[in-house]
């Protein structure tokens, strides 16, 4: 069973910045995918930043300019890079991991709270 931990959330004021890194059991060239999600409370969990195994990335329009997805293959671990933050990106950050048509991973996320 893969496992996915995430790490480096926590409480910033608008316009600061968090660097959230996400960590997996085993080679990071297995995934098709990696991506972050969030879920701010009493919302549906929305798409954030996806990379591809041959590093090709997009963005949702809402963090576009301003977050900045990467991975480390040799330390298994995908990077997100949130600057410029606003109260509305305060939310629950999870990591996400596919083989597309077979299986799906999640970590247990990571709180990020922007104040205003």
């Known amino acids: 069973q893969v496992q996915l931990v995430e790490s480096g959330g926590g409480l910033v004021q608008t316009g600061g910045s968090l660097r959230l890194s996400c960590v997996a059991s085993r080679s990071i060239f297995s995934f098709d995918t990696m991506g972050w999600y969030r879920q701010a409370p009493g919302k549906q969990r929305e798409w954030v930043a996806i990379?591809?195994?041959?590093?090709?990335?997009a963005y949702a329009d809402s963090v576009k300019g301003r977050f900045t997805i990467s991975r480390d293959n040799a330390k298994n671990t995908v990077y997100l890079s949130n600057n410029s933050l606003k109260p509305e990106d305060t939310g629950v950050y999870y990591c996400?991991?596919?083989?597309?048509?077979?299986?799906?991973?999640w970590g247990q996320g990571t709180q990020v709270t922007v104040s205003s």
């Open positions: 990379i591809t195994s041959g590093a090709r990335i």
């Open positions: 996400n991991a596919e083989q597309i048509g077979r299986d799906v991973y």
